[in-house]
């Protein structure tokens, strides 16, 4: 029914910059909050960033604020993750998720996992020194 498919992760080195992009096939992807999460290995899911259903309030973690912009197109129906100033320590495999009810909030930016509903494959992002 609906499906995410992120791309654009890659092998970058420290300081440089990577935009991952999550397409959505949802009828009603303008209506959709969205995330993005990540895991690096021996370490739980972390939120990263999202949007709020209406797609004006975001929110970023603290250790990625200032260098990543979350953001998404309607007509286009993608999300996307713009990354700067990369770190070693952003090597993880990047998810993003939806919350495709069409109802709740319209302006709750989510943050916790089990807000979601839908999720994609997830894609690598490596940084190297």
């Known amino acids: 029914q609906v499906q995410l498919v992120e791309s654009g992760g890659g092998l970058v080195q420290a300081g440089g910059s990577l935009r991952l992009s999550c397409a959505a096939s949802g009828r009603t992807f303008s209506n959709y909050a969205m995330g993005w999460f990540r895991q690096a290995p021996g370490k739980e899911r972390e939120f990263v960033a999202a949007?709020?259903?209406?797609?004006?309030?975001?929110d970023h973690a603290d250790s990625v604020k200032g260098r990543f912009t979350v953001s998404k197109d309607n007509t286009k129906k993608t999300l996307y993750l713009q990354m700067n100033s990369l770190k070693p320590e952003d090597t993880a495999v990047y998810s993003c998720?939806?919350?495709?009810?069409?109802?709740?909030?319209?302006?709750?930016?989510?943050?916790?996992?089990?807000?979601?509903?839908?999720w994609g494959q997830g894609t690598q992002v490596t940084v190297s020194s």
């Open positions: 998720a939806a919350y495709t009810a069409g109802y709740g909030s319209t302006s709750h930016v989510r943050k916790m996992q089990y807000e979601y509903n839908w």
């Open positions: 949007i709020s259903r209406n797609g004006v309030n975001t």
